[in-house]
């Protein structure tokens, strides 16, 4: 190869990056305007020697626009959330109120009180089209670092959709992105600037980014919150079955152990009661002295893809003001809760 090709070729290639960089900058600016970032208060227990107090713990996320009113966001960041505001990036606040949450899939709904004026929003894209080795980047709040981009490529697909139950359903794209604490809920992108998937969580043995994080997927997001569309709870609770049910001396064989409770959630409305006492148990920490859920609109819980698909049946969001008993197991009784 002669010289003057030698330079042809070098140019083309440094010309190739160059045109790579631009268009992700592009695609940042456009993007940019629709993520935001979620601010939390929630409730947390602190133990000091002996003693044990509830104190107010600020929490933070970030979240992406499917509307002017509409917020999609990680489930463990708003699921037991007292309190929530929106943060865009020109500087404006906006509260909001949690619709929909699923645990196992780890995606949530939020309504704005108003809507944001001049919205800029994104689309959901089919994530099955997605494909091992395909580039992608996230905009998010590592560390409160607000609308930071980080960007690499698809490692993996995880799929767990075997069956009809939300409960249980979720489905992962794993990344080399650097994800990073704030980063939960906020959007990975396609190079087409659309999103396949909502900032989860990572694998790490040292607290901070090791080349595996997950995001889930676009697709499942759509089906739980805007095709299921079980309503939120504002609850945290521990599945107690077998020996733990026992330990528990339930009067049925499973139950649902009540962490926290948000007081304005439908459950906290009702009554559910949270704990206040932090347990070790075999290796595993609970939050007992709270209510243990035994059934709910008469679904008793049973550990069991029927009864949790029963029970998802029961909570599907139809409207805010249906009738919902929950019957709890309280200090060795049975207490019934509900509105009629």
């Known amino acids: 190869m002669n010289t003057i090709n030698k330079i042809t070729l070098i140019s083309l290639l440094f010309l190739s990056i160059s045109i790579k960089a631009q268009s992700l900058s592009e695609l940042y600016e456009k993007v940019n305007p629709a993520v ?7 409730k947390e227990l602190v133990s000091s020697g002996k003693m044990t107090k509830t104190v107010t713990a600020g929490g933070l996320g970030s979240g992406f626009m499917i509307s002017d009113s509409q917020i999609v966001t990680a489930a463990h960041v708003v699921q037991v959330a007292e309190k929530v505001n929106v943060q865009f ?9 949690v619709i929909s949450a699923y645990a196992t899939a780890d995606v949530a709904l939020l309504e704005l009180i108003w809507p944001r004026k001049n919205a800029v929003i994104l689309n959901l894209a089919d994530s099955d089209h997605v494909k091992i080795g395909e580039r992608v980047f996230v905009v998010g709040a590592p560390y409160g670092l607000g609308h930071s981009l980080s960007s690499g490529y698809v490692s993996g697909i995880i799929k767990d959709t ?4 939300p409960f249980t359903n979720s ?6 992105a650097a994800i990073n604490t704030g980063n939960s809920g906020g959007p990975m992108m396609n190079m087409e600037g659309e999103v396949i998937g909502v900032v989860s969580n990572i694998l790490t043995k040292s607290g901070g980014f090791q080349g595996i994080g997950f995001a889930s997927s676009s697709n499942i997001t759509k089906d739980l ?5 079980v309503i939120w709870n504002g609850t945290d609770v521990i599945p107690l079955t077998g020996k733990m049910a026992q330990i528990f001396n339930l009067p049925q064989e499973s139950g649902l152990l009540v962490q926290r409770v948000v007081k304005v959630s439908p459950f906290g409305i009702l009554g559910v009661e949270d704990g206040d006492i932090e347990m070790t148990i075999n290796g595993e920490k609970f939050i007992v002295g709270g209510d243990i859920i035994l059934s709910i609109n008469g679904v008793k819980f049973e550990a069991s ?5 029963e029970i998802s049946k029961v909570m599907e969001r139809k ?6 008993e929950i019957v709890v197991f309280r200090a060795g009784k049975k207490v019934t809760l509900g509105r009629k």
Not at 89 to 97: L, M, R
């Open 36 to 42: 935001v970032v979620i601010l939390t208060e929630q």
């Open 89 to 97: 990036v020109d500087g404006e606040i906006i509260p909001a109120k």
């Open 162 to 165: 075997k069956d009809q139950n």
């Open 171 to 176: 489905e992962y794209i794993q990344t080399d």
């Open 225 to 229: 919150l805007f095709e299921k569309k």
């Open 305 to 309: 893809d029927e009864s949790l698909l």
């Open 319 to 324: 409207t805010e003001n249906d009738p919902l």
